[in-house]
């Protein structure tokens, strides 16, 4: 599966710099602007087909929000607004201007990763219910898993982590990443979590079908 296809868009080059090293990192796509007019000309030429985009901003002025205006004009691609302006009426006007989420900043960075890959993810379920990678199927309306068209039987916790498995195909994950997003931020166990579950959606995948293979020091990538 390719990488998600960020664009970033900040006033302040070292910040933005800041999040596109991240987000490479990360193993995303990353385009960067520090300007309007840039931007719009990326969205309206089709260049690079990003999946989202950040907008970052210290206090929203105009220029931000007929920027917004401008990039409904061309997509409905989702919107993170990044701004250290937490007044409630900017934040609900920001909203009224069709963003699709709006953090106050300063915010860590995987925490901004986390809003991101949730507004990733209810953009891909609204595409597409069914998903295949190799002999899986994967109907996440009735969280289902079919292997060569047979149903295998997982648990919630199982299905999840197939899910995002699936979701960052050919991506190496590390165990941290995994425990982030599979048990939450708040979570206190430990890697044992992850290699148990692991252990077993293998099992269940028979040797015929080794997708997840170990990174050995890191952790572990799905492929077909």
Request: charged letters at 30%; glycine letters at 4%; a negative charge.
């Amino acid at each position: 599966m390719p990488e998600n296809r960020l664009l970033i868009l900040h006033r302040d080059e070292d910040i933005c710099s800041k999040l596109f090293s991240y987000f490479k990192e990360s193993g995303y796509r990353v385009i960067r602007c520090l300007d309007h007019e840039e931007t719009v000309m990326i969205l309206r030429q089709r260049r690079y087909d990003p999946e989202l985009m950040i907008i970052g901003t210290g206090i929203p002025d105009r220029r931000d929000y007929d920027l917004i205006d401008h990039i409904r004009e061309i997509t409905d691609l989702p919107v993170v607004m990044l701004s250290e302006d937490d007044r409630l009426e900017t934040q609900l006007y920001a909203y009224s201007k069709k963003i699709d989420d709006y953090m106050i900043m300063p915010a860590p960075l995987p925490l901004i990763e986390a809003h991101v890959e949730a507004l990733l993810r209810r953009t891909a379920d609204k595409k597409c219910s069914v998903v295949t990678a190799g002999a899986l199927t994967i109907d996440y309306e009735s969280r289902k898993i079919y292997l060569a068209d047979q149903i295998i039987k997982v648990t919630a916790k199982e299905f999840d982590l197939m899910e995002f498995f699936v979701q960052h195909r050919g991506m190496i994950l590390s165990r941290d990443k995994i425990l982030d997003a599979v048990w939450g931020f708040d979570y206190v166990g430990g890697y044992r979590s992850v290699d148990t579950l692991v252990k077993k959606l293998r099992a269940k995948l028979t040797k015929d079908y080794p997708y997840i293979q170990t990174v050995y020091g890191v952790g572990y990538c799905f492929d077909v």
